[in-house]
Each structure stands twice: as structure tokens, then as C-alpha cells.
């Protein structure tokens, strides 16, 4: 045994063996702590990227239904802009066709006060031509006993002309 004292090698596996006797309890204690704050960290980020990614998943549902919502928003709006449209177009047509009516009603009323006022000059021209052609015919060829016969007749058919008045 003597032998084995006198190797230097021997020393220093005696002094490893120490060592770690009296200081492998508080170095263990020490990588162990260490590990196990380690374990802590990868534990509390897996569970903040587990967090993290329901997070994100709830957030994708979110918006593809905020997507669907809005696509039928839009659809209904689509809908009603083309039902408006056509409703429009319908009242549109109708209101040029009754513009177009008022207006042929408007000319067929100004054709009938033209020709009014064209029966009106002609009888007002045909009076003025007839009073004009009896006077002439009075003053050069209308005596005195043909003017009294001429009255006669007059008040004997006034009577006559004036019954049918009286009936309306």
C-alpha cells in the first residue's frame, strides 16, 4: 500500500474523491438548480407558444368568419343594388312613358285650339266678307218695299231660330 501513496496519480484520485465528496453535494445541488430553471424556461415558452398559437387559431376563425360575414353582406348588398336598379329602370320607363303621353296630349290640345282659332278667323273672315257682300248688294240693289218684305220675313222666322235655343 505504500506503493500506492507514492504514486502521484494515486494523490490526485484521493483528492478527486475528496472533492467531490464534500463539494459534489453543492455542486449538484447547483446543475441541478440550473437544469431545472432551464426546464422552467422551456416549460413556460412552450406553454406561451402553446398560448400563443390558440391564440392564433382563434383569431384565424375570427377573421375567416368576419370573412364570411362580410362576403354576405356584400352579396346582399350586390342583390339589393340590382334589385334597386331594376326597379328603377321599370319607374324610369314608366315615367317617360307617361312624359311621352303628356306631352302628345299637350300637342293633341294645341292642334285642337290651332284649328279652333283657324274655324274662328274663317268665320270671322266669312262674316266680314258676308256683311261686307250684303251691304254692297243692300245699298245697290235693295228697295225700300223689297227692305220691308225683308224684315217681314226676318221677324217671322225669329220664332223658329229661336226655339232650338230655348230647348237646350
Known amino acids: 500500500?505504500?506503493?500506492?501513496?507514492?504514486?502521484?496519480?494515486?494523490?490526485?484520485?484521493?483528492?478527486?474523491?475528496?472533492?467531490?465528496?464534500?463539494?459534489?453535494?453543492?455542486?449538484?445541488?447547483?446543475?441541478?438548480?440550473?437544469?431545472?430553471?432551464?426546464?422552467?424556461?422551456v416549460r413556460a415558452e412552450l406553454a406561451e407558444a402553446q398560448r400563443l398559437r390558440n391564440e392564433a387559431e382563434a383569431m384565424l376563425r375570427d377573421a375567416r368568419a368576419r370573412r364570411e360575414s362580410a362576403l354576405a353582406d356584400a352579396k346582399k348588398l350586390l342583390d339589393g343594388a340590382r334589385a334597386e336598379a331594376v326597379r328603377l329602370a321599370a319607374a324610369a320607363a314608366a315615367d317617360a312613358e307617361a312624359s311621352a303621353a303628356r306631352r302628345e296630349r299637350m300637342a293633341l290640345d294645341r292642334i285642337a285650339a290651332a284649328e279652333k282659332a283657324a274655324v274662328d278667323e274663317v268665320r270671322l273672315a266669312a262674316a266680314e266678307i258676308a256683311a261686307t257682300a250684303a251691304e254692297r248688294v243692300i245699298r245697290e240693289g235693295l228697295t225700300a218695299d223689297?227692305?220691308?218684305?225683308?224684315?217681314?220675313?226676318?221677324?217671322?222666322?225669329?220664332?223658329a231660330a229661336l226655339a232650338p235655343k230655348r230647348a237646350a
Request: no cysteine; glycine share 2%; proline share 4%.
Open 146 to 159: 223689297a227692305n220691308a218684305a225683308l224684315v217681314d220675313h226676318a221677324i217671322a222666322a225669329l220664332p
Open 1 to 41: 500500500m505504500a506503493e500506492f501513496f507514492a504514486e502521484p496519480r494515486s494523490w490526485v484520485a484521493i483528492a478527486f474523491v475528496v472533492f467531490f465528496v464534500l463539494f459534489g453535494n453543492k455542486l449538484w445541488t447547483v446543475v441541478r438548480d440550473l437544469l431545472d430553471q432551464r426546464a422552467e424556461t
